[in-house]
C-alpha cells in the first residue's frame, strides 16, 4: 500500500488544458486495463485520439465536462457532454456520459475514486447537468459495486445517477464556467 504524503481531499484538481501529456498516460494506462477485462474498446491510436479530443473540448469549455486528476495525478476521472443533441426529449434531462475513471493500482482502495467522483458531481451539478450515465465491464466488479454504493442505479453493464440525489455533494462548491 502507497502513503500519500498530501491528503486525498487535497490531490483533487481539475485539469488545464496544458495537462494533455497526464491525461493520455493515465486514459492509456485506463483503456488498456478495462481491454484486458473485456471492453470492447481498443486501445488503439484511434480510440486515444478520440479520447484527447474530448479532454480538449472540456479543458476549452466547448462541451461542459470535467477532467480531474487526483491522488498527484495517478488517478483520472472524465465525465461530461458527448456534444450529441437528441432530437427527443429524455426522463435523464440535461445528461453527462461517465466516460470513465482510472486509478493505478497502488493508489486504489483508499478512496481515491470517490473523491472524484464527489468533485465531479459538484462541477457536473454547477453546470447545470442533471443525470451521469456509463457503462461497466461485466467482469469489473469492484466498478460496479463502486456505482451501486455512490446510488447509481445499476442494469446489467449500464449505470446511471441522477446529480441531485447523489449523497455526497451536499455541500456547495464554487467553479469558474
Not at 31 to 48: C, I, R
Not at 63 to 72: P, R, T
Not at 151 to 162: I, P, Q
Not at 167 to 175: I, M, P, T
Amino acid at each position: 500500500m502507497v502513503t500519500l504524503t498530501v491528503p486525498l481531499e487535497d490531490s483533487v484538481y481539475l485539469a488545464g488544458s496544458d495537462e494533455q501529456d497526464i491525461f493520455m498516460e493515465l486514459w492509456k494506462e485506463g483503456v488498456e486495463s478495462q481491454f484486458k477485462m473485456g471492453s470492447s474498446v481498443v486501445p488503439s491510436v484511434k480510440t486515444m485520439d478520440f479520447f484527447l479530443d474530448v479532454f480538449n473540448s472540456y479543458a476549452s469549455s466547448e462541451l461542459k465536462g470535467v477532467c480531474l486528476f487526483g491522488a498527484s495525478e495517478n488517478a483520472v476521472l472524465l465525465w461530461g457532454e458527448t456534444g450529441s443533441d437528441f432530437p427527443w426529449e429524455s426522463t435523464m434531462g440535461k445528461w453527462a456520459m461517465g466516460w470513465g475513471t482510472y486509478v493505478r493500482p497502488a493508489y486504489r482502495r483508499q478512496g481515491v475514486s470517490r473523491l472524484l467522483r464527489n468533485q465531479a458531481m459538484r462541477y457536473l451539478n454547477a453546470m447545470g447537468i442533471e443525470t451521469v450515465t456509463g457503462t461497466s465491464i461485466s467482469r469489473n466488479i469492484a466498478g460496479k459495486e463502486s456505482m451501486t454504493c455512490y446510488g447509481a442505479d445499476v442494469a446489467g453493464t449500464e449505470w446511471r445517477m441522477k446529480v441531485e440525489d447523489y449523497a455526497d455533494f451536499q455541500s456547495s462548491v464554487e467553479v469558474g464556467i
